[in-house]
C-alpha cells in the first residue's frame, strides 16, 4: 500500500525523524520541505543512501506544493531560544514563523492530510494550525507528551529492572513545565504504581514519584546540555504517531488535541491518551483521573491558554 509522508522542516528533528520513518519503513513515500533547500537535499540523499539495506522507498526534498497528497504532514519547522531571549520572545516568534510563512504556504496546497506538530511551543502551533487551517478536530494533533512519556517509561523500567514494553505510565497536559504523570492509573502488568512492589525491589511514595519526574524533566535539559539538541527520541515517536495514522492501528497514545470539555477543559490542545487511526485522533480516552490530576490538567491547559492569549495580545 502506498503513502506519502511530507516533513516540513529537516533540521535536527526532521532529519532525525525522517532517517527513522525510512529505517521503519512504514512509507513508500517521504518528502523533507525547509527554506534551506540545500539542507533538505542533503538529508534526503544521506537518508536515500541507506535503501539498499532498507526497505526501498521514494525519499527526496521537495517544496510545499508536495504537502497536497500527502497522507501525513508533520511540522518540525522553527528556531530554538536564542540568548537573552524570553520564552515570550521564542513564542510569538515560533507562532510567527507558522502564522506568516508555513500556514499560508499549506493552505494553497493542502487538501486532506493530516496534520502532526512536532515544532514548539507545540500545543500552542498546533493550536494555531487547527484555528487557521479551519480543520476539524482530530485532523490536527500535536506530538504533546508522548515524547515526556516515553522518557518516564525509561526511567521507569530503569527503576524497576523490567521492560518498558510491561510498563504503562502517562505523562499528560502541556508538553512543558506543566506536565504531570498521571500515577493514579500507572502500572506494570496491570500492577499498580504505588506503596512496596516487593519483586520489583522499590517503594512507590510521594517522594520517589517526584524524584522520578525530575529525574524525567533533567533528562530532557541534560540532552540539550549535552548536546544541543534532542531529535532521536523525538524522531521514533513521530514514527509511532505516523505508523498509528498510516495502519489505521487504534493505538493510544498520550498526543494533544483541541479539547471539547473532558474535565472541564475546552478550546485548548493539550494531551491525553487518545486513540489514533486514519483519520487522525479518532477518540480521547478518559482514563479516570484522580481529582488532584484532574486539576493539575485543568492548571497546564490553563498556563497554555494564557500564553495564546500572551500572543494574541502582544
Ligand atoms: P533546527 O533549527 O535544527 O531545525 C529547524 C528547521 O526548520 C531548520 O532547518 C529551518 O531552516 C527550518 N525552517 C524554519 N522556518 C521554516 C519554514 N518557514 N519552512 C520550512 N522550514 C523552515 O531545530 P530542531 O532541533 O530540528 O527542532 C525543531 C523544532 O522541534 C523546535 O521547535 C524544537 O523545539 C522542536 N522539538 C520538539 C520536540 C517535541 O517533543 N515536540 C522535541 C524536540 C524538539
Not at 520517589?208 to 533533567?218: A, E, G, L, R, T
Request: proline share 2%; with cysteine.
Amino acid at each position: 500500500m502506498s503513502s506519502k509522508i511530507a516533513m516540513i522542516g529537516a533540521g535536527f528533528v526532521g532529519a532525525a525523524a525522517s532517517y527513522a520513518i525510512a529505517l521503519s519503513g512504514i512509507t513508500s513515500d517521504l518528502v523533507l520541505i525547509d527554506v534551506l533547500k540545500e539542507k533538505a537535499m542533503g538529508e534526503a540523499l544521506d537518508i536515500g543512501h541507506t535503501l539498499q539495506f532498507i526497505k526501498d522507498m521514494k525519499i527526496r526534498s521537495g517544496d510545499m506544493d508536495e504537502i497536497s497528497d500527502a497522507d501525513i504532514i508533520v511540522i518540525t519547522a522553527g528556531t530554538a531560544r536564542k540568548p537573552g531571549e524570553t520564552r515570550l520572545d521564542l513564542l510569538k516568534r515560533n507562532v510567527g514563523i507558522l502564522r506568516n510563512s508555513i500556514i499560508p504556504e499549506m493552505k494553497k496546497h493542502y487538501k486532506d492530510s493530516i496534520i502532526l506538530v512536532v515544532a514548539n511551543p507545540v500545543d500552542i502551533l498546533a493550536y494555531f494550525t487547527q484555528k487557521d487551517m479551519g480543520l476539524p478536530t482530530g485532523k490536527v494533533i500535536s506530538s504533546g507528551t508522548n515524547l515526556d512519556t516515553m522518557r518516564l517509561v525509561y526511567r521507569l523500567s530503569e527503576v524497576m529492572g523490567v521492560s518498558t514494553k510491561s510498563i504503562t505510565a502517562y505523562i499528560l497536559g502541556e508538553h512543558g513545565e506543566s506536565a504531570f504523570a498521571a500515577w493514579s492509573s500507572a502500572n506494570v502488568a496491570g500492577r499498580k504504581l504505588s506503596g512496596e512492589l516487593k519483586e520489583f525491589g522499590v517503594t512507590f511514595d510521594d517522594a520517589s514519584k517526584d524524584q522520578i519526574m525530575v529525574d524525567v524533566k533533567n533528562g530532557g535539559a541534560s540532552i540539550i546540555k549535552n548536546k544541543g539538541a534532542t531529535y532521536y527520541g523525538i524522531g521514533v515517536s513521530i514514527v509511532a504517531i505516523c505508523r498509528g495514522i498510516l495502519f489505521d492501528e487504534k493505538v493510544v497514545l498520550p498526543v494533544g488535541t483541541m479539547m471539547d470539555g473532558l474535565y472541564g477543559v475546552t478550546d485548548v490542545n493539550v494531551s491525553m491518551p487518545s486513540v489514533i487511526g486514519r483519520r487522525g485522533v479518532e477518540k480521547v480516552v478518559d482514563i479516570g483521573l484522580s481529582d488532584a490530576e484532574a486539576a493539575l490538567f485543568r492548571k497546564s491547559a490553563d498556563v497554555l491558554k494564557q500564553s495564546i492569549k500572551e500572543v494574541l495580545e502582544a
